[in-house]
């Protein structure tokens, strides 16, 4: 069995309970997609009660995609008490490089906790490592996209500076500690016609970080090539129906992926 | 036909409007089993919309899931203005006994609001009833499961004390007013692996007590009954096929559910 | 091809950014029906990054679904940049007639912001209008249902003074700019027992006049005729499943529908 289906398997061993700051778009699929694996989802956004739940949670997962003031200094708040009591921090700068609330707070945030994983779209990765971002909205822009060796770099040198796993999902996943990057081929493009299967990514690497804390490397590759094959599953069985019934068969792939299927699938190249 | 058949029907007749204060996780599926059963949902937080609604409505659901400091007063005040006005209020305590904001927050909302129903998981009613709650985030522990006997005598302690129907959902419901108790052994483990399947029950509870609000036991009891009976439906129908099916099928089967099927397939004690 | 097909078809080729404020219950449907007709929705409603977000949208739409004071200054300061900027607002006054503060703020948004079109159901669009509206929370009344004929006439007087198009959805849809009145009688009775419908229409209607800012009228047809034709082929299909099927159908429906299945299906009256 390859390492990272094994690290996939122990969050049905380990349940990490997966504490959500979050948006309110994609919130349930987040939820859905951390209990499918064998994880246990909260969501706790107001101070008092985010300090509380973090302090027992496995890991912290920050989501920016419905930014507000009430939340970003829970946001910090929240990332610095895990960071003290060594419970990995999972960020998704949603809309990083889009507007000025977004970029300060993905500065802010990256700079003031220690985080285990950064996932975004190579837009958003691109706004994190100092390069221009075209992004438009929420969505990666294709210029950003047409310059994936740029980012490529660019993600590495921001893994190396920060300590972070950093992942960009689109076509190809890259995940990079700075040191070791592997590429993650899985994956179909409807995925990209599915709100939230950024953010469920995110939620994955939440609870691949949550079971297996001493290997977020690893941990990040894992959640990645779930959603990958699961994409795959769901194409296959209901690609055709159209983006409803897809969605459906997401939440079943990801309900009943295991550790043969994850040996048996996976596409990657580590360079 | 039992009496709790007739209940449930009465849901379809009356079309109660159910007003929610409840959190961003679940929402839209508490929404959606609301119409499924013939239910008219609105979800009004802000403090003048949620007072206006609140007295047009035939029922108000309160529900701690995503708790923050604006909602909670909105809770009180709401919760009064039903009380004053005959309107029978559900609470469900999502998470009472993870942190202190929502312990204080169950405290005040059973101390100063007249409760129809309480509907939470058993670490949840343990925490409302004095007991040690070991809850986990926002699921039920399993050191608590184990001890279903001594929940149950103090939910009756607590439906005694306070004059609320006290409901603990789990493998097996168990609904008191502390002089009847009635347990529910409908349902599927499944129903676990989804969001949301706790909230959707109070939900359901709101809509049988608006539509029969002098009969608020069996009330609670049609309510659970009705997703014990659609969880096994949907199980039937699509729990081999994964979460994302199986979650389609307990909709569907909501939606479909009527005074027949409940009487056929009921499976209950009266204790 | 019709007119209005060719202008559904825009959507694809133009991939519209279209910037919601809008409610926490049917955000996600919002989100997933931009994305399955070309649109790219982003949600902001944080006073500075809604500004910076409506800047480069093309369109924005106003949903007080779950109204509350923190947004409603940032639903009012969004549609004045987008007033400024030509870009087309939508408005969705969902519960208008049901509540003081709802009221005011359907008022406020009309008298403030220019609304290139405003879409509800017929008691909502009666309030607007200046009818009396017998609302129940925020599904419309039978007895307002009944009287259509009067709420045409008020839908067109609006049009007539606000220069917006006004929609009212329900079994026919009306659509008119006080000068033109179309009748749209596509659609099935099973898309009022899913929540959401109504305000994906508003994001439909949203993608539309993203693309097509210069034709609103016509924009405001070919969405409510995608919707409606949507919800005819998911009850083809799925209707005698149930709602959680007849949903996923319906997210079908809408990712594969295009100007020739419009062309084919479309029923429609100009008047």
Redesign the interface.
């Known amino acids: 069995m390859n390492k990272y289906a094994d690290l996939f398997q122990n969050v049905r061993a380990v349940k990490p309970?997966v504490?959500h700051i979050t948006?309110?778009?994609?919130?349930?699929?987040c939820?859905?997609v951390t209990?499918?694996v064998g994880g246990?989802?909260?969501?706790?956004?107001?101070m008092?009660?985010a300090l509380?739940?973090v302090s027992?949670?496995s890991a912290l997962v920050l989501n920016m995609?419905?930014?507000?003031?009430?939340t970003i200094p829970v946001m910090l708040a929240a990332g610095k008490v895990a960071n003290a009591k060594g419970i990995p921090v999972v960020f998704d700068p949603v809309?990083a490089g889009?507007?000025?609330?977004?970029n300060e707070t993905a500065a802010r945030l990256s700079g003031e906790v220690v985080l285990a994983a950064v996932r975004g779209n190579i837009s958003e990765i691109r706004f994190l490592a100092g390069l221009r971002s075209r992004t438009?909205?929420?969505?990666a822009s294709d210029a950003d996209i047409a310059d994936a060796g740029e980012a490529k770099r660019a993600a590495k040198s921001l893994a190396e500076r920060t300590g972070s796993v950093v992942a960009i999902t689109g076509a190809t996943d890259i995940i990079t500690n700075g040191k070791n990057t592997v590429s993650v081929s899985n994956g179909v493009a409807m995925l990209g016609?599915?709100?939230?299967t950024g953010c469920m990514c995110s939620s994955l690497i939440g609870c691949c970080l949550g079971a297996n804390p001493d290997r977020p490397f690893e941990s990040v590759v894992a959640a990645l090539l779930s959603m990958g094959i699961a994409g795959e599953i769901a194409h296959e069985k209901a690609g055709h129906?159209?983006?409803?019934?897809f969605?459906?068969?997401?939440?079943?792939?990801?309900?009943?992926m295991n550790a043969p299927t994850l040996e048996r699938r996976a596409k990657y190249d580590e360079a």
Chains 1, 2, 3 share one sequence.
């Open positions: 309970l504490h948006n309110y778009v994609t919130v349930n699929d939820a859905n209990i499918a246990s989802p909260v969501m706790a956004d107001e008092t009660d509380d739940i027992i949670a995609g419905t930014l507000n003031e009430r809309g889009a507007s000025k609330l977004r438009k909205g929420v969505d016609s599915l709100t939230g129906l159209g983006g409803g019934s969605r459906a068969a997401l939440h079943d792939a990801m309900s009943r």
